[in-house]
């Protein structure tokens, strides 16, 4: 390489290396380019041999270089890489077949529980809703049937996968539908590692609405030292309409979506993702819900975007953030050093995702003395309950209100404090311990080390402060009523 960078190649190293003045050795800047994965299998470097490694990074391949190459070893769980953790769901089991991995998916209708209160006729893989992932390696044959076991026509499409057309699972499009009772047959090789996901194609807004979606994880061929984690864990995130007391999803809901899901599982009922102190954590978010983007936020830690389904993003490009944003369609990758103990939320952001089987119903009584108001409707409404005047106090609010058969409304977990966790849908924790017996077990709550918990202050830290305790009183009667409140 010149000491001079085309544009083409400014674009491609990014421009913070430039503007530092810095020109790169060939190789590294390969490897850049490249993600990391080398060796002999270069799927990134096909298309034009003429032009080799030489390339600028633009001008690769975008859709994997030439269908057919030769296909490479296919490569076992634990030997050739270290297999992702689904909590809630599991990998696909494979069979190894004349040097191709085989799969067998089966869509099919599942009585599924997205919380011990609440379970629905939903459409999944291999009896789970969301929570099927298929795992395979780069350069690796894959086939893999599907078989059809609803009483309507679908098909798989493979979300972000270079192959082709006629693999590519749309239904009428590039395929015949697979007929209930059909079972068909995708194959291909793997020329691209990355968090792809897949989905039935044929009428989504039904299909994948009832929960026909699922991660499809392709391991790099010849890993970086950078691609090493101790903890590599999959999360599909999706939502559903279900209205209170029933037990069918209402897909043609476009907005009011009141079950948010990671692996199909709401709070409390989503396994807390474990680490060890000092872990490499990767958590791998893909997104198929219908129409909302998820801000996925971490607590305590701040973690590096690393992928997305295109690609890897080059180290000098990835971003540090402590929220990332999974649109619908998308997949990200984060990775972060777990090296704070604790009991961490991971949830999305929106603040209405973080609820179970919210309704609009009700009207806003924040600031509104609503003394006597229940007593005096439920006469005639037995199940009413009006919103608090001080907002949502969930624990509240389900002990006495009835609920019909089959409902989370307000649904949240008891605590370690003996207060109620006020949060349901998407959130889950991340729990980092110092000691751990298994990953596999839930070490339950947290130990705080003593002085480190938040709680109510002292007298005599008031008194050292300076914090005037009469003034204090003063102020907190007159927030029992403060001005404009609604008075009868
Ligand atoms: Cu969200």
Redesign the pocket.
Known sequence: MSNKLSRRQVLGLGAAAVAAGITLPKKEAEAINHGGSGGAYQPFRGYNPKRGGDRPYWEKSYSGGPVDVKPLPPVLPGKGYKPVVVPNGAALPFKIVDGAKVFHLIAEEVDWAFDSGLRAKCWGYNGRVNGTVIEAVEGERVRIYVTNRLAISTSVHWHGFNLPNGMDGVGALTQPFIKPGETFKYEFTLRQYGTQMFHAHHDEMTQMGMGLIGNFIIHPRNPSPEYHVDRDFSLMISEWDIPAGSSRPNTLEMSDFNI?TLNGKVFPSTAPLVCKIGDKVRIRFGNLGAM?H??MHMHGHHFRVTATDGEDIPLSAQWPETTVLVAVGQSRNVEFIADAPGDWPLH???TH?IMNQMGHEFPNMVGVNKEGLDERVRPLLPSYMTMGETGMDMGKMAEVMPYPRNTISMKGAPGPFGDYISMGG?FTIVKVRDQLKSYDEDPGWYKHPAGTVALPATNADLRRDGIDLKALANASAHAEHPDGCYHE
């Open positions: 948010l909302d998820h801000p999305c952001h929106m995702h998407l």
